[in-house]
């Protein structure tokens, strides 16, 4: 299939390797990560910590090991290369934008035994374009996008228990143009106080890099 508009192929300036996790811990009710950590929400809203951080902004520890935080730069051209280490199929969503589907990785009861199955999908020149795709069980996929714009965007399992435990990577991007741009309306923050939420400072709320109160993190990545 090939974009409506016949958007080119983008050029890759960077590639982000994500990798579909699952721990079943005692209770028996799985969790998932695109890393080593199932995604959790912070102290503070990820996108009040890139814009109260200063430069500390663009280093990703700040945003705590629960948010699975990438920084991107304004103007790259960047490929997710996800994989799906088990045994379920996940339909990944990103928020705030749209990809390029640029490759399909084989599929099937037989990748699991190691046997020939439906051959990988390249795209033309033109792929298409969407914010939500499936990656198969045991395959991979390949998607492009172009960071055009400062943004705080979640991409993530859009089935709801994937989402609900674990399945999602932050994408912050150009927060030094968010600082510049972003204001966030009083009506936001005075709700957000009245609910004892904090507005500022790193994920724990805390200044620089001192995570002191914030949960510890589920871990996933057993291996």
Not at 86 to 100: A, C, I, M, T, V
Not at 142 to 156: C, D, E, P, T
């Given at each position: 299939?090939?974009?409506?508009?016949?958007?080119p192929?983008?050029?890759v300036?960077?590639?982000?390797?994500?990798?579909?996790?699952?721990f079943?811990?005692e209770?028996?009710?799985?969790?998932?990560?695109?890393?080593?950590?199932?995604?959790?929400?912070?102290l503070?809203?990820?996108?009040?910590?890139?814009?109260?951080?200063?430069?500390?902004a663009?280093?990703?520890?700040?945003?705590?090991?629960?948010?699975?935080?990438?920084?991107?730069?304004?103007?790259?051209?960047?490929?997710?290369?996800?994989?799906n280490d088990?045994?379920?199929d996940?339909?990944l969503?990103?928020?705030?934008?749209?990809?390029?589907v640029?490759e399909?990785?084989p599929?099937?009861?037989?990748v699991?035994n190691?046997?020939?199955?439906?051959?990988?999908?390249?795209?033309?020149?033109s792929?298409m374009r969407?914010?939500?795709?499936?990656?198969?069980?045991y395959?991979?996929?390949?998607?492009?996008?172009?960071?055009n714009?400062?943004?705080?965007?979640?991409?993530?399992?859009?089935?709801?228990?994937?989402?609900?435990?674990g399945?999602?990577?932050?994408?912050?991007?150009?927060p030094?143009l968010?600082?510049k741009?972003?204001?966030v309306?009083?009506?936001?923050?005075?709700?957000?106080?009245?609910?004892?939420?904090?507005?500022s400072?790193?994920a724990?709320g805390?200044?620089?890099f001192?995570m002191?109160?914030?949960p510890?993190?589920?871990?996933?990545n057993?291996?």
């Amino acid at each position: 299939m090939q974009a409506r508009d016949r958007m080119p192929l983008l050029p890759v300036d960077r590639q982000i390797v994500l990798s579909i996790k699952q721990f079943i811990p005692e209770h028996g009710i799985p969790y998932y990560s695109f890393g080593d950590y199932a995604f959790n929400h912070s102290l503070v809203p990820i996108l009040f910590t890139a814009l109260s951080m200063g430069e500390l902004a663009s280093n990703s520890s700040v945003y705590g090991p629960q948010a699975q935080a990438h920084i991107l730069q304004y103007g790259e051209s960047i490929e997710l290369l996800v994989y799906n280490d088990n045994s379920k199929d996940h339909s990944l969503h990103l928020h705030r934008g749209e990809y390029q589907v640029v490759e399909v990785g084989p599929y099937g009861d037989a990748v699991a035994n190691n046997h020939t199955a439906v051959e990988f999908q390249k795209s033309g020149p033109s792929p298409m374009r969407c914010d939500v795709v499936t990656v198969r069980a045991y395959s991979y996929i390949k998607l492009r996008f172009h960071v055009n714009r400062g943004m705080v965007a979640l991409f993530h399992c859009h089935m709801m228990h994937g989402g609900y435990f674990g399945l999602a990577a932050t994408f912050i991007a150009a927060p030094e143009l968010l600082q510049k741009y972003v204001k966030v309306p009083e009506e936001a923050i005075r709700m957000c106080k009245l609910q004892g939420i904090k507005t500022s400072g790193n994920a724990a709320g805390n200044q620089g890099f001192d995570m002191t109160g914030l949960p510890p993190p589920i871990l996933v990545n057993r291996e």
